[in-house]
Nanobody, 129 residues
């Protein structure tokens, strides 16, 4: 599967952005999807994940209550709605995918692959204070 993230940009603190990830292939509905981010000089970190059906989600504590992950299997897309953005949310955001079982939060937070098999190019989000 090939992944392409979009929707990044510059936003003021307290603002919102919606990231989208478009996936190629006819088996998107069988993939568990995730969003990860990497700030300059820092390690990549888990942000949110959603199971193939959309029935299960996980969030990093740092974004819980502010970010919402969703998917549309008919359109082969997964989205990340980001509200109440903070300067510390500034990073390049990546979407990722894996088939098979929905990984536990322990695996999703473990580098280097975070339990994901496929990665897209990132989209930059900059939050100004």
């Amino acid at each position: 599967v090939q992944l392409q993230a979009s929707g990044g940009g510059l936003v003021q603190a307290g603002g919102s952005l919606r990231l989208s990830c478009a996936a190629s292939g006819r088996t998107f509905s069988s993939y568990n999807m995730g969003w990860f981010r990497q700030a300059p000089g820092k390690e990549r970190e888990f942000v949110a994940a959603i199971s193939w059906s959309g029935g299960s989600t996980y969030y990093a504590d740092s974004v819980k209550g502010r970010f919402t992950i969703s998917r549309d299997n008919a359109k082969n897309t997964v989205s990340l709605q980001m509200n109440s953005l903070k300067p510390e949310d500034t990073a390049t955001y990546y979407c990722a995918a894996r088939a098979g079982g929905f990984q536990t939060i322990a695996v999703l937070t473990t580098p280097p692959n975070y339990g994901m098999y496929y990665w897209g190019k990132g989209t930059l989000v900059t939050v100004s204070s």
